[in-house]
């Protein structure tokens, strides 16, 4: 009986435990997905900015980088992901580098922290229900990096708050009484993307759906900038969302 027990406690010790925390990808580009742990590896996907993944096993294999000057140290770490809502890979597993992943906790709290130094939030919370929660880019065209943050009020109506780190920091909200595309929440919001600088931006949807091939020119809109992909995650119902001639504006994608 004394041997039987010494066998289990000798098996449950030797399975490794990992933690089940949440982590988001920090990497304001995406953050390559691998097949080994190791740069060289196979890539098998993409994770977006803000992703949540769970690592499931450390490895051994430590490197540094250098990204816009700035050494950036980490391991490489095996993880599990969701596709929903943003298409990743078709494998459930892969390897990343964990120097541009942070614990979901403290970046709720470091984003939280910025909230809270403008009066504009006040009552308003961080809406961690929808991944990712807040997006990082030059919204605005200045060449400054912007930050977009999901926030919902007492009603729990969403908002989308703009903080514009421009020559004098400017706040703008969507949802709240002035909003610009006449919605009080922007609860339906599943899928929340940031669109790279220079890419097309166009309706897909006017009287009717409309293919790329078919849109005109004149309704083709491009800027040198990063704009805003938001849509519903099961239905129809979305739209680009860019800051062009001091205001916001709206294409719809079904």
């Known amino acids: 009986m004394k041997k039987t027990i010494i066998i289990l406690i000798t098996l449950l010790w030797a399975i490794p435990i990992f933690s089940q925390d949440k982590f988001v990808v920090t990497a304001e580009n995406g953050l390559i997905l691998r097949q080994e742990p190791n740069s060289k590896g196979k890539k098998i996907g993409k994770l977006y900015f803000g992703a949540e993944i769970t690592i499931i096993k450390r490895t051994e294999y430590s490197q540094t980088i250098v990204d816009n000057g700035k050494k950036i140290s980490g391991k490489w770490v095996k993880i599990n992901f969701q596709n929903f809502p943003t298409y990743i890979s078709n494998e459930e597993f892969g390897y990343v580098f964990d120097g541009y992943l942070k614990s979901k906790n403290e970046s709720i709290k470091e984003v939280t922290n910025e909230i809270s130094k403008y009066s504009e939030f006040k009552g308003l ?3 961690t229900e929808i991944k990712p929660f807040y997006l990082k880019g030059n919204f605005f065209g200045d060449k400054k990096n912007d930050m977009v943050v999901l926030l919902k009020n007492k009603k729990g109506e969403t908002k989308i708050g703009f903080i514009d780190y421009g020559q004098k920091t400017r706040i703008h909200i969507l949802g709240n009484n002035n909003d610009p595309f006449n919605m009080t929440s922007y609860g339906w919001v599943g899928v929340f993307k940031k669109v790279n600088r220079n890419e097309t931006l166009w309706s897909n949807y006017e009287d009717d759906f409309v293919d790329f091939k078919d849109v ?6 491009k800027i040198n900038y990063n704009a805003l992909y938001m849509h519903a995650s099961e239905s129809c119902g979305g739209g680009f969302v860019y800051w ?3 205001k916001f504006n709206w294409l719809q994608q079904e």
């Open 244 to 246: 062009k001639n001091g």
């Open 216 to 221: 005109p020119e004149n309704k083709k809109v």
């Open 125 to 127: 919370t961080l809406n």
